[in-house]
């Protein structure tokens, strides 16, 4: 038998696994056709099966051209068509679609293929470059925020023009082509100038790609969603995926309009809804549609399954934070050693990366092997790290590492050169680097560098003092404040809210810390730390519990699922209180939290938190309570799944 034969008789059994409206996605040929792909329902083998069932019907495979938002959904897409009709196919994120473009077109724009793809430090570097030479030395800019504008306005298509940022917007662009480079958002930003500017290159892009499959349409923004019109405008063959009840990347432009109105921007369009889910119990199933029937940006549908009924949700009301991490890792050792259910089919999502600190200590401390996916370990976030090197000196006057990374937090002028004097002037002298600064200056330096040394001589003398008077969590405070490390992190406004959040997190851990020993030091804090901080007694071939935001559990499956912090203010999270559209989100957030768990679900809760510093009473979340009474339960360790 030929690899022909295999494939085709490996192509028919997965059709006639297809349930009926899966069949009808899969053979649809010509025109636009809207999937409405509900979580757990198969949508991938439909996608690939589609493409597979079009050349099998005479379609050139080179005419077909599938997008997707990872590179690793747009292997598995080519390798299971490859496997129907042994037959490659494009499929291509967005972004290397546009690269591929643009080194075959960019000639049209005054540049040459051979040019430079800027990542986000060559951008940054060529912003400050940019910054110095078009204004003033006593101007201070903003680059960060720059950079957020400008690439708003590159996704938007122009649409987010920034006066402010206008003239800089100008320049950068000059500059760029100077260099003969483009930006990441350039890489679709550029192609839709192409086709809109130059008729005939369209019209090629058009004939060359006939069929055209996009997943995860939810996700799209509006550079997306034109590139796509463009393409199709002459064929109309666009077969979409999407499902705007897991529309959750606002914040990184995707748009949820743009699957809403599909009908109308693709009139005769077809919609196919994929209801049957393979992945969770139908008691989960329920919950999940009952929760997001409360939206109203949605198509409606209604997820339903063939598995059993299954367990009811276990919901847990905690004490606090620390309580509600116990639980959650009393809970994941039983599941493990009574249900035999392997670590690496266990979840924890929260809405915000602070809270997997409280998580974190409970895991080490039970020595359950974790691992956090999408974000950095809370003692390893450098904001963290900072505030706990000022700390460090202050127990190691002679710590170098630590010296070197808090010197300049703020920045004062003190260059590489200058901290190699410094470090010589101690050695000299046989004094520490914390001494040091407690005479004056060993050298002649320049009037800010002079302020510069004042200035962290003052913030060392105030934390020594805090050290000997202050209690520990104090004393962290006081690290904080002291050093001004608020000016530092509030430079950056799209991570300064996360990072004060984790700086408020360290107080409390602090706090826990000193209230749980006989006699707390700082000593044995930092050292705690430092070992907690270390992984090398982990196995690393072991399974672990992953920990993650609910953004970032979006396409993944558990047998187990913690949804927890499911209060009020944290999810919904607060900054959503002021528009409805924004709740929306939340709600669909909380939506594929929920739809990621296979058979167990846990949802949990604080009555107290410490919530941007302080300690407050939390009331449970909307959603917990739009889930009805018949298919939750109350739970602790020892009522739950067992």
Not at 368 to 388: M, W
Not at 524 to 536: C, G, P, Q, R, Y
């Amino acid at each position: 038998m030929g690899k022909k034969d295999i494939s085709m008789q490996l192509l028919e059994k997965e059709f006639n696994t297809l349930n009926p409206e899966q069949r009808q996605a899969a053979l649809h040929r010509e025109g636009p056709l809207l999937v409405l792909a509900g979580a757990g329902s198969g949508k991938t083998k439909v996608v690939a099966i589609r493409i597979a069932h079009l050349i099998n019907t005479g379609i050139d495979p080179k005419n077909i051209l599938g997008l997707t938002f990872t590179n690793k959904a747009a292997q598995e897409m080519k390798e299971r068509v490859n496997r129907f009709v042994g037959k490659d196919i494009i499929v291509s994120t967005f972004h290397s679609l546009g690269a591929r473009i643009l080194r075959e077109a960019i000639h049209y724009l005054g540049y040459t293929p051979q040019f430079a793809i800027y990542d986000e430090d060559d951008v940054e570097k060529l912003l400050k470059t940019i910054a110095k030479e078009a204004f003033p030395a006593e101007v201070k800019f903003d680059v960060k925020k720059a950079r957020t504008a400008i690439s708003a306005n590159k996704n938007a298509l122009g649409q987010h023009e920034d006066k402010e940022y206008d003239q800089f917007y100008q320049l950068y662009i000059k500059k760029l082509k100077e260099c003969n480079a483009v930006d990441f958002d350039d890489l679709l930003f550029l192609p839709v100038t192409l086709f809109r500017d130059f008729p005939d290159l369209l019209a090629y892009y058009q004939n060359r790609w006939n069929y055209l499959l996009v997943d995860e349409y939810q996700d799209t923004n509006m550079v997306q969603y034109e590139f796509v019109r463009l393409l199709v405008a002459k064929s109309q063959n666009l077969f979409v995926v999407g499902d705007p009840d897991q529309s959750i990347y606002s914040w990184r432009g995707a748009n949820i309009r743009n699957i809403l109105h599909f009908e109308n921007d693709y009139p005769g369009a077809q919609i196919v809804r994929l209801e049957q889910n393979y992945r969770s119990t139908e008691t989960i199933l329920q919950a999940a549609n009952a929760v997001i029937q409360n939206n109203t940006q949605r198509f409606k549908k209604s997820l339903w399954c063939s598995r059993g009924e299954g367990e009811k949700i276990n919901v847990y009301t905690a004490q606090t934070e620390r309580d509600e991490a116990e639980f959650v890792a009393n809970t994941i050792t039983h599941l493990q050693s009574v249900h035999d259910i392997p670590l690496n089919e266990v979840v924890i999502f929260y809405r915000t990366n602070f809270q997997s600190r409280a998580f974190e200590d409970q895991l080490i401390a039970k020595r359950i092997p974790y691992t956090i996916v999408g974000g950095i370990s809370f003692y390893h976030r450098k904001e963290i790290k900072d505030i706990l090197s000022f700390l460090r000196l202050l127990e190691h006057p002679n710590d170098l590492i630590a010296f070197l990374r808090v010197v300049n937090l703020p920045k004062r002028g003190f260059g590489e050169q200058f901290l190699a004097k410094v470090v010589g002037a101690a050695r000299n002298a046989n004094v520490s680097l914390l001494d040091l600064f407690t005479a004056p200056s060993p050298f002649a330096m320049s009037a800010k560098q002079k302020e510069g040394w004042q200035d962290f001589a003052q913030i060392l003398a105030m934390l020594k003092e805090a050290k000997a008077s202050k209690s520990l969590s104090e004393l962290v405070r006081a690290a904080i404040m002291e050093t001004k490390y608020l000016e530092v992190i509030n430079a950056d406004t799209e991570t300064r809210q996360e990072k004060r959040e984790n700086l408020a997190e360290l107080i409390v851990k602090a706090e826990e810390w000193e209230q749980s020993q006989a006699a707390p030091s700082l000593t044995k804090f930092l050292e705690e730390i430092a070992l907690v901080t270390s992984t090398d007694d982990l196995d690393t071939t072991e399974l672990r519990v992953s920990l993650m935001t609910a953004h970032n559990g979006k396409g993944l499956e558990f047998q187990a699922v913690f949804l927890v912090g499911i209060e009020e203010e944290l999810f919904p999270h607060v900054n959503s209180k002021k528009s409805e559209e924004d709740v929306e989100e939340e709600r669909r957030l909380f939506y594929v939290g929920i739809t990621r768990a296979k058979k167990i679900l846990y949802i949990c809760h604080a009555s107290f938190r410490h919530l941007w510093g302080t300690l407050r009473h939390m009331r449970p979340s909307r959603f917990l309570y739009e889930i009805p009474a018949e298919f939750r339960k109350k739970t602790n360790l020892y009522s739950s799944y067992y």
